[in-house]
């Protein structure tokens, strides 16, 4: 049971797998609760749903992976521009995902 109403914020995050490449960005109502003994606890809602906190172990939503790199908002859309970008540009450029065949 909580003394008071949650103190709510919203906040934005972007993923990125490690292991396939798959990028996301999620949004989340992160609700700050504080217990009768004065423990802090943090909820995480996205969609009307409550999840797990993106922080303690995302997962991707391509692959499975768990080795997901967590980073500001708008950092896949970034990527993404870079990339269509990078399709522009000469041919012997290698991204640094691109291994080098033997």
């Given at each position: 049971m909580t003394t008071h109403s949650p103190d709510r914020v919203h906040e934005a995050y972007a993923f990125a797998c490690m292991r396939c490449g798959h990028g996301w960005e999620?949004?989340?109502e992160i609700e700050?609760?504080?217990r009768p003994d004065g423990?802090?606890?943090?909820?995480?809602r996205t969609g009307g749903q409550s999840v797990p906190s993106p922080?303690?172990?995302p997962t991707c939503l391509h692959c499975g992976s768990h080795v997901v790199r967590i980073m500001r908002p708008?950092?896949?859309h970034e990527f993404d521009e870079l990339l269509q970008g990078s399709h522009q540009a000469p041919g012997h450029h290698r991204h640094?995902?691109?291994r080098a065949t033997a």
């Open positions: 999620q949004d989340y700050h609760y504080v423990g802090a606890y943090v909820t995480y922080l303690s172990r708008g950092a896949v640094w995902w691109q």
